[in-house]
């Protein structure tokens, strides 16, 4: 199993950091500061450079203001590599350095596993649709090599249908069944990898529920759609038929991947309606643990763990039950309190103060 353990970190002109660097440990890290001094620019910056786009912006805002470029530098125990942000007229052209080649984008092997864990992720049961399809689809993209460029694919066929249906009576059948068709294809390969990763989530959430919890409860995961999974190529193309009148109506495609949701099922009823306040945290909280070993399973290496200030989200319980997870993998971790967070783990921690 192959291990990068990042040594080092520099940063320039990236959001907040004019010039700043770190050495750091193969451990956990514990990143401590007052609110506003860029605890998350820091792990934002390794997010980036790990191959990630950025969780929380668009890469117009990741160089300081008024700056025209802006460079990441980390090293590992086996090499180095460099991401360069340079202003291009009204965008930003990113280029890599890994291990001495240029890429203008790292491919599927040269993405860094890398997991972050953010308040808003707390949010993930009880937040919008889009908020899970992106957290499971996230998943996916690190865990299947060719699953973002189904994904855009999709994107790309569903934006040409709306904008077909956008110029309604102009509409010709025939050209709009040619995008229903691909639309559907798509469609089919993009539900059949969600379904394949819920019945995988599925083998072990149950277990890792009900040890954080300390009882036993009945949980799994369930993709949600109006549409049968086993042919839902073929049963989207009819439904794209049969509602066409009023997707023109509405100008946009009202089935389809886009409009599926994940539910989690807590002793069978939905854990939105049912889950207190602590269910739902060790729900969540189960979920981003599997996405570690899902993670770590798929590429044979132990993936990165960014943790943006979760552990102000966690009661005592729930704060011992993440760190028994991760103390095996190196860790960075953001915060207002660092003794809070170091009296949970037994190892050393290496703490960078802001």
């Known amino acids: 199993m192959k291990d990068y353990i990042y040594t080092s970190l520099h940063i320039q002109q990236f959001r907040s950091y004019a010039d700043f660097a770190v050495d750091l440990s193969p451990g956990v890290n514990i990143v401590v500061g007052p609110n506003g001094c860029g605890k998350t620019n820091l792990l934002e910056a390794i997010l980036i450079v790990s191959g990630f786009p950025s969780f929380r912006a668009h890469s117009s805002e990741l160089l300081q203001h008024e700056q025209e470029w802006a460079r990441i530098d980390v090293g590992f125990k086996d090499g180095e590599r460099i991401l360069k942000l340079e202003k291009r007229n009204e965008g930003i052209d990113k280029t890599y350095e890994i291990n001495g080649s240029r890429k203008k984008r790292p491919g599927f092997n040269d993405i860094i596993p890398t997991i972050i864990f953010e308040p808003e992720h707390m949010r993930l049961l009880t937040g919008s649709p889009e908020h899970r399809r ?57 539900v059949a990898s969600r379904q394949k990763l819920v019945t995988r989530l599925n083998e072990q959430l149950e277990a890792i529920y009900c040890e954080i919890a300390g009882k036993e409860n009945k949980v799994a995961l369930q993709y949600d759609t109006k549409l049968p999974i086993a042919s839902y190529e073929t049963s989207l193309l009819a439904k794209l038929e049969q509602n066409l009148q009023k997707d023109i109506e509405r100008g946009f495609t009202t089935y389809g991947p886009h409009r599926d949701d994940f539910l989690v099922v807590l002793d069978n009823q939905p854990a939105e309606h049912i889950a207190s306040r602590g269910e739902t945290r060790t729900l969540v909280l189960s979920l981003k643990i ?58 050393k921690c290496n703490v960078i103060s802001l």
């Not at 590429?299 to 991760?326: C, H, M, W």
């Open 134 to 190: 992106d957290f499971f689809d996230q998943m996916l993209a690190e865990t299947e090599a060719n699953f973002s460029s189904l994904k855009n694919q999709y994107k790309r066929t569903l934006a040409q249908r709306n904008s077909l249906l956008k110029q309604k009576n102009t509409i010709i059948k025939s050209q709009i069944f040619a995008w229903d068709v691909r639309l559907s294809e798509l469609a089919g390969k993009l």
């Open 290 to 347: 599997l996405e570690i070993k899902i993670i770590e399973d798929a590429r044979l290496q132990k993936p990165l763990i960014l943790l943006d200030d979760v552990f102000s989200e966690l009661d005592g319980s729930r704060r011992k039950a993440l760190t028994n997870y991760l103390k095996d993998y190196q860790t960075i971790i953001t915060t207002t309190d660092a003794d809070v967070i170091v009296k949970e783990f037994a190892q």
